[in-house]
């Protein structure tokens, strides 16, 4: 159960587009269509912002969009704007009943 | 609305155990896999254990398995983490969150702080 690796910092300016990664394994994003992405605010809780490797939950903005090629998953922020500034993390189905998750990563608005 | 709360967490001297409470509200608790899911200060998130609608199928990672049993409450609601022999690693908030979507968790609590310290 190896942990999705995820660069540890982002940054772009307002209005602008950033793109994180998420790169496991075979056994795990390469091998499933169960990516998810969650934002995160300081002291706050999580919120999925994607799921099933590029499906919006009702309320998300569209600027947020994920997609995956092979072991690797990304998300994109297009426009980016100031209360984008937040901790993403992404999770996958690893097989027989397990989740993995990243480390996370910060996206800094400049 | 849909909503979680979880209570139970605390300060606890290593070996020791704990109960972690989730209460649900505004939905059907009986349909939906529930799981627990921690966060080290600073650190990434960390799957911890999930429990299905009926409570039959349960699933641990292995970090945690053999020391903490998840359980369900469907006629109150509730979602429990029984957590023995606590480490410092196991130190964290832990969050019950809801899974309505495949594999993604769209509905989390406030998070319950575990402080594993002599």
């Known amino acids: 159960q190896s942990a999705l690796t995820q660069p540890p910092s982002a940054s772009g300016s307002p209005g602008q587009s950033v793109t994180i990664s998420c790169t496991g394994t075979?056994?795990?994003?390469?091998?499933?269509?169960?990516v998810s992405w969650y934002q995160q605010h300081p002291g706050k809780a999580p919120k999925l912002i994607i799921y099933?490797?590029?499906r919006r939950p009702s309320g998300v903005p569209d600027r947020f969009s994920g997609s995956k090629s092979g072991n690797t998953a990304s998300l994109t922020v297009s426009g980016l704007q100031a209360e984008d500034e937040a901790d993403y993390s992404c999770?996958?189905?690893?097989?027989?009943?397990?989740?993995?998750f990243g480390g996370g990563t910060k996206l800094t608005v400049l | 609305q849909v909503q979680l709360v979880e209570s139970g967490g605390g300060l606890v001297k290593p070996g020791g155990s704990l109960r972690l409470s989730c209460a649900g509200s505004?939905?059907?608790?009986?349909?939906?896999?529930m799981s627990w899911i921690r966060q080290a200060p600073g650190k990434g998130l960390e799957w911890v254990s999930y429990?299905?609608?009926?409570?039959?199928?349960?699933y641990y990672a292995d970090s945690v398995k053999g020391r903490f049993t998840v359980s369900r409450d469907n006629a109150k609601n509730s979602l429990y983490l029984q957590m023995n022999s606590l480490r410092a690693e196991d130190a964290a908030v832990y969050y019950c969150?809801?899974?309505?979507?495949?594999?993604?968790?769209?509905?989390w609590g406030q998070g319950t702080m575990v402080t594993v310290s002599s």
């Open positions: 969150a809801l899974e309505r979507v495949n594999y993604g968790y769209d509905i």
């Open positions: 505004g939905f059907t608790f009986r349909d939906y896999y």
């Open positions: 429990i299905s609608n009926s409570g039959t199928s349960i």
């Open positions: 075979s056994s795990d994003v390469g091998g499933y269509n169960y």
């Open positions: 099933d490797v590029s």
């Open positions: 999770s996958s189905y690893a097989g027989s009943n397990n989740l993995v």
